[in-house]
């Protein structure tokens, strides 16, 4: 492998890395904020509405996805481009 494919591909690497650690963590918090509700939720009369998640929680969630997501993609990307060089 030529040195500017491995330059690319270590830059490739270098935005895997942090994607698949934000992937990680999001998926974490939304787990833990998940046991929250649950025990909130059992405290609760039967007779008392559900327990949401609040939107805010909502949107953090899915843009760290999104960004997660979309940098694993942009990888992707950059380590097929180096096996073209």
């Known amino acids: ?5 491995l330059l690319i591909n270590a830059v ?4 895997a890395c942090p ?3 934000l992937l990680f963590i999001t ?3 939304e787990q833990r904020a998940m046991a929250d509700l649950t025990a909130q939720s059992e ?4 007779d008392q509405p559900m327990l949401f998640l609040d939107v805010r929680t909502e949107r953090a969630h899915r843009l760290a ?3 997660g997501f979309a940098c694993l ?13």
Do not use: E
Not at 1 to 5: G, T
Not at 43 to 46: E, F, L, N, P, Q
């Open 43 to 46: 405290d609760r009369a039967i």
């Open 27 to 29: 998926r974490l918090r």
């Open 65 to 67: 996805y999104r960004i």
């Open 73 to 85: 993609g942009l990888a992707l990307a950059v380590s097929w481009i180096s096996t073209r060089l």
């Open 12 to 15: 490739a690497l270098l935005v």
């Open 19 to 21: 994607a698949a650690a």
């Open 1 to 5: 492998m030529a040195l500017p494919a």
